[in-house]
């Protein structure tokens, strides 16, 4: 895997509603959407070719982030202050239609005048991984950008 855009533990911090605290996700996935480029058509009326022209007018990105919930509570990497399970599953909830900023593998999100991008938190899918014949909880999170952002800003420079 490469690290242009880092190999940090991804986390987000709410924005004043409900709180401004920092929620790290350990034992996540994320699984990113960059190019979602809006674009103006401009198509020339004097033109016998149809000629067109496309302005790019910028790109919104969505995050799918997997939570595996059952690694909080057995906590294989031993990681200090990790909340339960159920704790944790109940603080994602308080952020659901909220937004925030996310980092999601090393820097914030930011737009190409260097300013921080929110995120919403639109959606929490809970759900089931089957693995050796048991269930195991996992929670998938989607951010979505609320702003055109810039790609280059998220490469680690």
Do not use: W
Request: aromatic share 14%; charged share 20%.
């Amino acid at each position: 895997m490469s690290d242009i855009f880092g190999t940090n533990i991804s986390k987000f911090i709410g924005t004043g509603t409900p709180d401004s605290n920092t929620v790290t996700l350990n034992y996540s996935i994320v699984d990113p959407k960059f190019s979602e480029k809006v674009f103006k058509v401009f198509e020339s009326p004097v033109s016998s070719s149809g000629q067109r022209t496309y302005k790019n007018k910028g790109r919104y990105a969505t995050f799918y982030v997997v939570v595996y919930l059952f690694n909080y509570d057995i906590n294989p990497r031993n990681y200090a202050n990790l909340p339960s399970a159920k704790t944790m599953a109940n603080t994602l909830l308080t952020y659901e239609n909220q937004d925030v900023r996310f980092y999601p593998f090393n820097n914030e999100i930011k737009n190409s005048a260097n300013a921080n991008v929110h995120c919403r938190l639109i959606d929490l899918e809970f759900d089931f991984m089957e693995k050796i014949g048991s269930k195991h909880d996992i929670v998938t999170l989607t951010f979505m950008t609320n702003e055109f952002y810039d790609l280059s800003k998220l490469i680690i420079t």
